[in-house]
């Protein structure tokens, strides 16, 4: 019963230094997006300003009503709210990973990393599809996974805005001097390298575990 109860706080207490996280970048990053002046945009991001928006704005449910769903106490005690802000969660995941293909086509600069997140987009869809298959059958325990995997990838957000400052504060990425080619390389470890970790931790540690 201890162990469990300091399970359950760690893996409140990393949510709560997620939530942060995406508070703050979502803040910083997307408010200009909604509040700026017009003027300040370039021609091609004012054309598609409201495929911005929506990208974020629905992204917003997974960034904030992700981590309320993997608190084992919530969705005890409240097993209508899980439900119900579930299908945010779904809706949100959705629109805003086939968002992202409108934006690589016509508003992203760096082409080194359209491939990047255009698998990311399609491993995003898959795995919230596949979340919400499996709770229709209800197989709960392949649910959590899945969903594990769609939270991760709508991190990428997060991610991709921590690694500079690692880089400012460690200087991890010094061996890529060319500026353009370091941000690519971001938007490549942004997913993959999490991903890696959840398949690891989901699936290889089990295999490793029963051998």
Known sequence: MKRRTKNNFGLILLLLVVIAFSIYYYQRDISFYLFADTSEYSAIRLQFRWWIIAHFGFAAFTLFIGPLQFVSQIRKKYPKFHRFAGRFYIIGSIVSAITVYVLLATTYELPGAIPSLGLLAAIWLFTTIAAYRFIRKRNVLRHKEFMLR???????????????????????????EDNEMRRTVYEWICWVYPLILVEFWLVWRKQLLQA
Request: hydrophobic fraction near 55%; include cysteine; glycine fraction near 12%.
């Open 150 to 176: 769609s939270y991760v990838c709508g991190l990428a957000f997060v991610f991709i805005r921590l690694l500079p400052g690692v880089h400012e504060f460690t200087g991890l990425f010094s061996f890529i």
